[in-house]
């Protein structure tokens, strides 16, 4: 006996996608979200949670008018991420793959994700960085944020290493840990606050905030590359 949905496997028409957003943005914290949506399209709940989190993430990133992620790493790694891509140290070291590590300590446990900032790199990391390497040279990845859409990621309002992430880790990839990453105030465990006070639309309020990427990203989804100068 065949259970699958009416309209399971079927492309989905555009003004259905537009409708399940608006529902879905006005909707987000019903629990029975998913099941409704299902019903009424005929598809599967897995298939409205896949639809529905790629077009609320498009679409904030067009409100925001997020142009750019950015990364940065030794320069001595650019060959290898021209070849392969900028993959996870997970999938390096599966891969065995050598490169030049900036942060073994890794606080963050997320060893299979990438670290990415939104418009602008984390200066507050890349100070401590160079202050360690003093040696190195630096280059800087700018990264298509449309990658984010299709992507397994995590969004954090600060940096991923805070303790505040220890038990909560998978609700953040949502886009409710996505539009927090732009909150008035982000409050981390020490009790410490930061005010949204003068930062631009596409700015993070949080310097350190961070959005972890697992999937590892293709050169093409890279836009653009320079050294960044070392005073």
Not at 14 to 40: G, H, M, R, T
Request: aromatic content about 10%; hydrophobic content about 35%; charged content about 25%.
């Amino acid at each position: 006996m065949d259970n699958k949905p009416a309209n399971h496997g079927k492309k989905w028409d555009k003004e259905d996608i537009e409708c399940i957003y608006d529902f879905a943005s006005k909707n987000y914290s019903n629990p029975n979200i998913l099941k409704v949506l299902a019903a009424k399209y005929g598809r599967t709940e897995g298939a409205i949670f896949t639809v529905a989190r790629r077009i609320l993430r498009k679409k904030f990133i067009l409100n925001r008018n997020i142009s750019k992620l950015v990364h940065f790493t030794d320069a001595r790694n650019l060959k290898s991420i021209q070849l392969h891509g900028l993959m996870n140290v997970d999938k390096l070291k599966e891969e065995k793959i050598s490169y030049f590590y900036c942060d073994p300590a890794r606080y963050d446990y997320m060893t299979n994700a990438t670290s990415l900032s939104i418009t602008r790199r984390n200066e507050f990391l890349f100070e401590v960085y160079k202050k360690r390497h003093l040696d190195t040279q630096w280059i800087e990845l700018e990264i298509d944020p449309t990658i984010i859409i299709k992507s397994k990621c995590y969004f954090y309002d600060t940096n991923a290493a805070n303790s505040k992430f220890n038990n909560n880790r998978e609700e953040l990839q949502s886009i409710i840990a996505f539009q927090d990453m732009f909150s008035d105030l982000v409050t981390t465990t020490k009790g410490n606050q930061i005010t949204r006070i003068n930062q631009k639309i596409d700015e993070t309020t949080c310097i350190q905030a961070e959005i972890m990427i697992v999937n590892t990203i293709p050169i093409s989804m890279i836009t653009g590359i320079r050294k960044i100068d070392v005073y």
